[in-house]
């Protein structure tokens, strides 16, 4: 089966009642986690962004917590983990100030958690890859804001 296009959907979906829009789009989000997810962003969390961020945070730090530290392989497996579930919560926002803030938030915790990633040649590549990506989102922003990310990133080189 061939998807349709962005446009025909859009074209489609406005000729829609609204009530067979609330069909669709609830069909939606039992079919997979990631709508349900996204659909739970848009309705509750997107109007209070800060909020949504905190909630990120805490997360992260809750997976932090469960790190095994001693063993450099779970570690990695575990902080590939945090990443990808910080990388999906960055998608749902679109924001580039979130993007950035999170990515940072997450590079931080690796840092004070002590985890020797010095040690592994992967978990290093890890955290060097995420402060280009966030350098990269970094140089985008307007100036005021690229001095805020870039004063909070100076500690982390």
Known sequence: MKSASIQEI???????SPS??????????????DNKELLTYL?????????????????????????P????YLTKKSLRKVLRTTAKQIRYTASP????????YFCRK??????PIEDSPVLMNLYRQQLKKI???IS???????????KAIKGLD
């Open 20 to 33: 067979r829009l609330s069909e669709l789009c609830l069909r939606l989000a039992k079919f997979k986690k």
């Open 110 to 115: 690796i840092r004070d958690s002590r985890i």
């Open 69 to 72: 530290k001693p063993n450099l």
């Open 10 to 16: 859009k074209q489609e979906l406005k000729s829609l």
């Open 97 to 104: 100030q979130a993007e950035a803030e999170l990515l940072t």
């Open 140 to 150: 985008a922003m307007h100036e005021d804001l690229q001095y805020d990310f870039l």
């Open 43 to 67: 309705l509750f969390e997107s109007e209070d962004e800060a909020a949504y961020i905190d909630n990120v945070k805490k997360e992260i730090d809750g997976e932090f917590t469960g790190l």
């Open 135 to 137: 350098r990269t989102i």
